[in-house]
């Protein structure tokens, strides 16, 4: 299974005192950390958004195997369309050939065994 690691990016009360909060329950972000954590998020978005666009390298995104995004390069390396390609799984772009291993990989990172492949 794949690990998110969440960073808080933003203040709260503790670091406001110059404390580290660590795994405290209730120290939550105050208003002033909720306007960075979103601005960080808003910056991270813009990001992807910029290197999807420029990128030659097609990007899939799937959740479970399905479809749910694709950047242009994608679109044009396929020559399917967006709603194409949404009704579609990593399976079906999979060189039949090589389905048999991308599955069991994909299997071994569902499980926790690889962190990706």
């Known amino acids: 299974m794949a ?9 709260n009360d ?3 005192a110059n404390k580290l909060a660590g795994w ?9 950390g909720h306007r960075q954590a979103e601005a960080a998020w808003r910056q991270s978005e813009e990001r992807m ?11 899939v995104f799937h959740q479970n195997g399905s479809i ?12 399917y369309s967006l709603a194409e390609l949404e009704a579609m799984t990593f399976a079906d772009l ?13 299997d071994r990172v569902l499980t926790g ?5």
């Open 3 to 11: 690990t998110i690691i969440l960073v808080r990016h933003g203040e």
């Open 14 to 16: 503790w670091s406001k």
């Open 68 to 79: 749910t995004d694709v950047n242009a390069a994608a679109l044009r390396m396929t020559g």
């Open 49 to 59: 958004r910029r290197f999807s666009e420029v990128t030659e390298e097609g990007l």
């Open 24 to 32: 405290l329950p209730g120290v939550h972000l105050n208003e002033t």
């Open 94 to 106: 999979t060189y039949p050939e090589d389905l048999p291993d991308s599955l069991a990989l994909r």
């Open 113 to 117: 065994d690889i962190e990706s492949y």
